[in-house]
């Protein structure tokens, strides 16, 4: 079993960053890909980022690439989501999660991820 707990969303203005973290239980967080996906309101969840079990490997989507920037902490089992240039239409709550399988492929779909944290709402204003 793995619980995830985020942190780090607020309100801030278009522009400016913000830094998301997500805290992890379990032992074997350091073998997990972790994903980064967001939900706005009417709108369906969707894949922000992703890094592989050894950080060596990340993945964004088109609309965050070269703004915002996952990395892993595998001794604090946190992952980190770094977002700069922040856009009104970035406005959503973040979620991150666990694909447990050990030493997997990282994927952008969210049915391969296992467990979820509660989410975190990130507000940006125009």
């Known amino acids: 079993q793995v619980q995830l707990v985020e942190s780090g969303g607020g309100l801030v203005q278009a522009g400016g960053s913000l830094r998301l973290s997500c805290a992890a239980s379990?032992?074997?967080?350091?073998?997990?890909?972790m994903g980064w996906f967001r939900q706005a309101p009417g709108k369906e969840r969707e894949f922000v980022s992703a890094?592989?079990?050894?950080?060596?490997?990340?993945y964004y989507a088109d609309s965050v690439k070269g703004r915002f920037t996952i990395s892993r902490d595998n001794a604090k089992n946190t992952v980190y989501l770094q977002m700069n240039s922040l856009k009104p239409e970035d406005t959503a709550v973040y979620y991150c999660?666990?694909?447990?399988?050990?030493?997997?492929?990282?994927?952008?779909?969210?049915?391969?991820?296992?467990?979820w944290g509660q989410g975190t709402q990130v507000t940006v204003s125009s």
């Open positions: 999660a666990v694909d447990a399988l050990m030493f997997g492929v990282v994927t952008k779909s969210s049915h391969n991820y296992d467990y």
């Open positions: 379990g032992r074997t967080f350091s073998t997990y890909a």
């Open positions: 890094i592989s079990w050894s950080g060596r490997n990340t």
